[in-house]
């Protein structure tokens, strides 16, 4: 279906929304009154530049507060919606968007505001002007769709439709299934957004807290399958008033819109087994294949690995990279590049196929990524994810394939008798977690769920020294891949991102790494005390805790035990072991560990 | 009486907190649980400090989730109680802060609950220790304080008593009156906490928008005259979780803490006629005695006020400094210093008794301002506002004494004729803008409140090119005196703040200052079709306002006509005129000035 964005969107002057819209791709704009009110270019300019731009004016939105009131009142509203109809004549469009009087209707009687509509109606209709009637959420009389529609239907004119926005019908609850009554004529206009489920007054929600579909808890599969169900034709428009969006680049912000209608549209076409606008099927991953390190020079990385109990498993035949393996958790150290500070760069999942992923994620508009390949190498697929991180899919064989392009390690399956310790790290990469800046947190939301097929887990607020973290795991139903995403508030700089490595016994591994000379974090002897009186420990297990500086959790599924190595510039690892049916992440002992771990901004890309 | 604030309003580890109280003049601290445990010093480390710091442990808080459950459950709980006990016991403090159930409460039954309450104190008292149990707004079974209240004196034990907190009973709306049916003797302790009023769910309202107390719109002046009238004469102690404050620097949000005490004090004691912790009496300003700007070379300032009709009024005797006068609006034009760039650096008030303003504002925290002055010249009181411009105060004598050190201008009254074209402007200060960073916003509204006198009008979001920009009018009743705040995200730069100046007629201020050379700031035609929609002005009205690029406002009130001169660095002037009642600021032309201002940081301080 062809694709729309409402210009409020979008930060920046009318001209330079745009031309942003136009680089993303999307097919047309609804232009908000207000942007072309405060641009020095003429309608008649505007009009030129989306013609050359290949953008059509799908909406010139919105004229308010027209019916339900006096007839004194009425005329001037006329006298005001004429002199708008001139402005889309000069813009050369030819849909209005009209709310539902929210702020001037004094006139409760559907008889008066039937006929108001059909007589702005008429006027319209003189100048070949449609008249696209949506109920906002907080309009004064009218805020249902279904009273829109049935006041569309009373007044009867052939240039008077209705315009479905979802969040004012989902917002109040309504129940969307009733779009499939509506004639398709009449729906005259679409509007997409969705949002998080908060209790906050229905005008802040909409003005502060929309998101991109796909962002939010909203059913748009839902809502939309219902539109196109009813045969509504026209476009997917976006209208997201967002504080973030307009604060931030306007360019990345198209971008991001569209793909969030790439995979709506998808979504809804899945569900309802439609064959337009498909893609590739959604690769849900079945595990991690590797997390890559890069940095100038990395031998602190290398040496906090062997402590931790990682083999050495060869250097690329090629490339100054090298690979370090504990069991299935692989790092992959990454050198080849001038810029000091070791940084997580990328991540690798393991998928049924590979390609499919690949195409998929450059379907919903993810930049592909560039790695140099040499002859008779394995060649693997890669987005570049919101945060800068690079995702690569691999299925098992292409895996195997890459692996082998490494020489010189230690074989994977003796390596747990080949020190005179015999405590080879058997392990599995439990879970990655990314600091993500607060302007990019909804967008890898998205991509975290139409790229990469994981689900949002709760969001929590973990207390810091510098004020509440907000966390959101994206996991797979089983617990495979796990992302864990830190939002970075603006004032805060960049933290550390790290890798947790899941492994059968973790207080042997943090003996062993001691003994290796690996000092964990320092944690406060109070901890102790107060783990002492939140769970009643077994007095030597506690004291083996305090002595290594791990970390214990439980809950009434099972317990965690934990603990972290130090920061080395951007990149941090944390051991994790789960007990029985835990499935947390310790987020009671974040704050202990956010006061311990130093605050430093981290190199990044 | 004595002050007190919860170690969790402040960013930072414990130590760094402690040591910005004690700084910013606390007499004690409630500190929180989760603070000391993420502290590296032992509880007996942290008794030493607060002991040389002068700071009195009054509070160590919470102990959660104890009561209303079965006997194993109450059993683990008491185990977990004695233990917090003990850090008590190190830390010297012997008052806990219990906080009703709202976790694992199971039993809703009050005798069991009382009993287990009871039990409780029973422990603590074998230990010297007394328990303040607190009514959480989202307590399972209890959430009222007359619940927690009656809870207590069915457990009937000498030191189990209750904790008063403002935002669990002001966020539910319960009335507070009936605080002074309780036994002052069962008053521990007094939580103080302001907020906005908003719909949000309790926990996220209390989690991220608390505020100090005359920041927000609970009425904490009555809170706290009935709480002292029940007898209580503990510490006032502030309990504040807010993003803001925690993100930003220690000191200087433990010194905004302790100023909203001590305005709270003042007022609550001035409402009830009561003689302790009275501050000198707040004086109303009448007007505004001038507005200073000042920069290396101002020639640029200097000339677009000259443009603008105003009359050079003179050079001061001994400094670097010049006057500007256009009626009663007076600009002075400071040259003495060494940082390029106009700004906006002063502001005087005039009032009744400028000692005694200027000693309220002292008494109630702000830091004073050194202004050099020579032998025989006024001396003018002021104090350092939040956002750094300096605030000084003159009643009428004053003001005339200061002026008369300015020779070599116009005389004031001879003005208006003394100019070929008889065009002298006559006007008044109406308003100033003043861009606050998002993080000192709370405590520049607590300043103008309670050092200036100023009230607070609704806020507005006006939206502009960047996104929604917060703003707030601070004003005398009457009008004199206004400020205008727009709140600065994190994200943005700080744009220039602004002088309105009222006159007569603000067209003929517009052409004579065209004809002096001034090219005012450029509104797009469009603003003027849409003016024209709006309003259906007088075509010749209309024409002469886009040609000279004068913008229009019209309420139910009466019309509001203004412009805008090109920002100099960080300041503009904005000219304005008022017909019949209007009272407003031209909001709805805020998003066209904003597009058509360049958007670049302004130099500040």
Same mark, same amino acid.
């Given at each position: 279906?062809?694709? #729309? ?17 136009? +680089?993303?791709?999307f ?28 953008l059509?004016?799908? *909406?010139?939105?919105? !004229? ?9 009142a ?15 004549? =000069?813009?050369?469009?030819?849909? *209005?968007? $009209? ?27 003189? =100048?070949?002007?449609?008249?696209? @009637? ?10 249902? @769709? ?10 009867d ?21 009733g779009?499939?009554? *509506? ?13 998080? +489920? ?7 929600? #909409? ?12 059913? $748009? ?9 009813? %045969? /509504?034709?026209g ?25 969030? !209608? ?24 079945? %595990? ?19 402590? $931790?109990?990682?083999?050495?498993? %060869? ?27 070791? =940084? ?6 393991l998928?049924?196929?590979? +390609? ?15 790695r =140099? ?27 195997r ?6 020489? &010189? ?31 990019? /947190? ?31 795991v ?12 830190? !939002? ?7 933290p ?5 490595v ?18 964990? $974090? ?29 970390? @214990? ?51 990044? &890309?």
């Open positions: 279906m062809r694709t #729309s964005i409402a210009t409020v969107c979008l930060s920046g002057g009318l001209v330079e929304k745009l031309h942003a819209c136009a +680089e993303a791709g097919d047309g704009v609804e232009i908000m009154d207000a942007d072309l009110v405060a641009a020095f270019e003429s309608p008649e300019e505007i009009r030129a530049l989306c013609a050359r731009l290949g059509s004016i799908d *909406m010139y939105q919105p !004229l308010r507060d027209v019916e339900g009131v006096d007839e004194l009425f005329a001037d509203n006329l006298r005001r919606a004429e002199a708008k109809f001139d402005v889309m004549e =000069r813009l050369g469009t030819d849909l *209005m968007l $009209l709310c539902s009087n929210a702020g001037t209707a004094t006139v409760d009687d559907e008889s008066v505001a039937a006929r108001q509509l059909g007589e702005l109606a008429d006027r319209a209709a003189r =100048r070949g002007i449609r008249i696209a @009637y949506e109920a906002l959420a907080w309009g004064r009389y009218v805020n249902d @769709y279904r009273d829109a529609w049935r006041l569309v239907q009373r007044a004119r052939p240039n008077l439709g209705v315009c479905l926005d979802s969040f004012h019908v989902l917002s109040r609850g309504h129940d969307p299934s779009i499939e009554k *509506m004639d398709p004529a009449k729906l005259f206009f679409l509007q997409l957004a969705d949002a998080p +489920e908060l209790q906050l007054d229905l005008l802040s929600w #909409s003005r502060h807290h929309r998101l991109f579909p796909g962002e939010g808890e909203f059913d $748009l599969v839902g809502f939309l399958g219902h539109t196109i169900r009813a %045969g /509504y034709t476009p997917l428009s976006l209208e997201v008033f967002n504080d973030t969006f307009r604060q931030t680049d306007v360019n990345r912000t198209a971008q991001h819109a569209l793909r969030s !209608l790439n995979w709506l549209s998808d979504r809804t076409a899945a569900e309802n087994g439609w064959t337009t606008d498909r893609l590739d099927a959604s690769q849900d991953p079945t %595990g991690v294949d590797f997390v890559e390190i890069a940095g100038e020079d990395l031998s602190a990385i290398e040496q906090q690995l062997d402590q $931790l109990g990682f083999a050495f498993a %060869g250097r690329h035949r090629s490339k100054a990279v090298r690979l370090w393996r504990a069991g299935d958790a692989r790092i992959i150290v990454n050198e080849q590049t001038p810029r000091p500070g070791a =940084r997580l760069r990328g991540l690798g999942l998928v049924g196929d590979a +390609e499919a992923a690949a195409r998929r994620g450059q379907g919903i508009g993810a930049p592909s990524v560039f =140099r390949t040499s002859a008779g190498e394995q060649h693997l697929s890669a987005v570049a994810a919101p945060d800068g991180i690079e995702v690569y899919w691999a299925d098992a064989a292409i895996s394939s890459w692996q082998g392009e490494f020489d &010189g390690g230690y074989p994977a399956v003796e390596r747990a008798s080949d020190r005179p310790e015999g405590d080879g790290l058997r392990g599995r990469i439990d879970h990655i977690n990314i600091a993500t800046p607060w302007q990019h /947190y909804d967008e890898a939301v998205l991509f975290n769920t139409s790229v990469l097929g994981l689900d949002p887990e709760a969001v929590t607020e973990l207390p810091g020294p510098r004020g509440l973290v907000r966390s959101q994206m996991r797979t139903a089983d617990g495979a891949v796990r992302l864990a995403m830190n !939002l970075v508030p603006p004032t805060a700089p960049l550390a991102r790290h890798i947790a899941r492994v059968d016994d973790a207080l042997s591994v943090a003996r062993h790494a001691r003994a290796r000379g690996l000092r964990l $974090l320092p944690i406060p002897s109070n901890y102790y005390d107060d783990l002492e009186a939140r769970f009643g420990l077994d007095p030597d297990f506690l004291s083996e805790l305090a002595d290594l500086g791990v970390l @214990y959790d439980r809950d009434a599924t099972g317990a965690f035990i934990h603990f972290y190595a130090p920061t080395i510039d951007g990149v941090f690892f944390e051991i994790v072991q789960r007990i029985d049916g835990y499935d947390g992440y310790g987020a009671s002992n974040a704050p202990v560990r956010l006061a311990a771990q130093p605050l430093t901004a981290a190199p990044q &890309g």
